[in-house]
């Protein structure tokens, strides 16, 4: 259930929190960002479970039945023909010979349209046998209703915010808590919460208790990827996530030459680390080890190489490859 996965990993999330009756607006959101990224059989995989489970409109994708086809239609990939056998008209008038001859039916349980409150109604259900009364009457009082929360301006200053709530479920705007106290640790802090003290840097040039404390430069933005407790300064009501992506060049050719891109803005760099406001709900960092980051600076100085440099550019992107995740046009 974390914010940020890798794409192979993608339709194993979807798959799995649309069995765990699961919240799906982040991970949809993600596949409809990064759709075009993804390769051909993680698209593949995606369109399958869409179709499967009739998630067609949460998830406006096509892919076409030929496409489908082109993608899958090899003898290794004969498992995933049966899978789609149900659903993707070049395969279901093969499904017979596909059981027959691999030996066992379609893997993934068949769809059951089920009316929301029935979902709601078999949650509830589920969720009641885990505890009996007493147990749950004395495990709801013994919960913190106390949590700390972040919120990020669009500077990407974090500040830290106590927040109370009567019933879990409802909280209060929070105060916000002064970086010495949150320094010295509280009652209400977890794993995360103790780790960001060690980012806090005391200023020695001012005079301000305030002032005099920061949370220093980009390891705060590292500790809270994928943390829920992320929120915005402006719009304390929105979520902000905060995702962890590797270092990635991409080769794209071009009629005038081989175009090169990388997910690395050069002006955005702080040290080892790339921290970026993709937009106002998602913050985007990555971390560069100090030959990475001069590669990414040593390529930002010419953006088009020209044909004649193919073979050249091959070689040097073999080597790349060890440590980055190249896109490229050229030949392997």
Request: proline share 5%; charged share 25%; aromatic share 8%.
């Amino acid at each position: 259930m974390r914010d940020y996965l890798p794409s192979e990993m993608m339709p194993a999330q979807l798959l799995a929190l649309y069995a765990l009756n699961e919240k799906m607006e982040s991970a949809i959101e993600h596949i409809l960002y990064n759709y075009d990224k993804f390769s051909p059989l993680v698209k593949v995989l995606i369109m399958l479970i869409t179709h499967h489970y009739q998630l067609q409109k949460k998830i406006k994708l096509n892919i076409s039945n030929d496409e489908i086809q082109q993608f899958i239609d090899a003898d290794h990939l004969k498992l995933l023909q049966l899978e789609c056998s149900l659903d993707f008209s070049p395969y279901i008038g093969k499904a017979d010979c596909l059981i027959q001859e691999i030996g066992f039916p379609p893997l993934l349980p068949p769809f059951q349209k089920m009316n929301e409150w029935e979902r709601v109604l078999a949650l509830l259900l589920d969720k009641s046998k885990e505890l009996s009364p007493k147990n749950k009457e004395k495990k709801e009082s013994s919960e913190s209703q106390s949590r700390i929360i972040y919120r990020i301006d669009r500077h990407n200053n974090i500040n830290p915010y106590l927040q109370k709530s009567k019933d879990g479920i409802v909280w209060s705007k929070g105060r916000i808590i002064s970086l010495t106290t949150f320094q010295q640790g509280m009652s209400e802090m977890n794993e995360t919460d103790h780790a960001l003290t060690l980012c806090i840097k005391k200023l020695s040039n001012d005079w301000e208790e305030k002032s005099r404390m920061r949370f220093s430069g980009a390891k705060p933005i590292m500790q809270l990827v994928g943390y829920p407790l992320v929120f915005s300064n402006e719009n304390p009501e929105r979520q902000i996530t905060i995702r962890k992506e590797e270092p990635q060049i991409t080769v794209i050719k071009t009629t005038s030459g081989f175009k090169i891109e990388s997910n690395v803005d050069t002006n955005k760099i702080e040290g080892n680390y790339m921290v970026k406001r993709e937009k106002e709900t998602l913050i985007k960092i990555i971390e560069l080890r100090n030959f990475q980051r001069d590669i990414i600076l040593i390529l930002n100085r010419i953006s088009i190489f020209p044909l004649q440099a193919e073979k050249q550019l091959t070689e040097v992107l073999q080597e790349l490859n060890k440590n980055f995740i190249i896109h490229s046009d050229l030949p392997a």
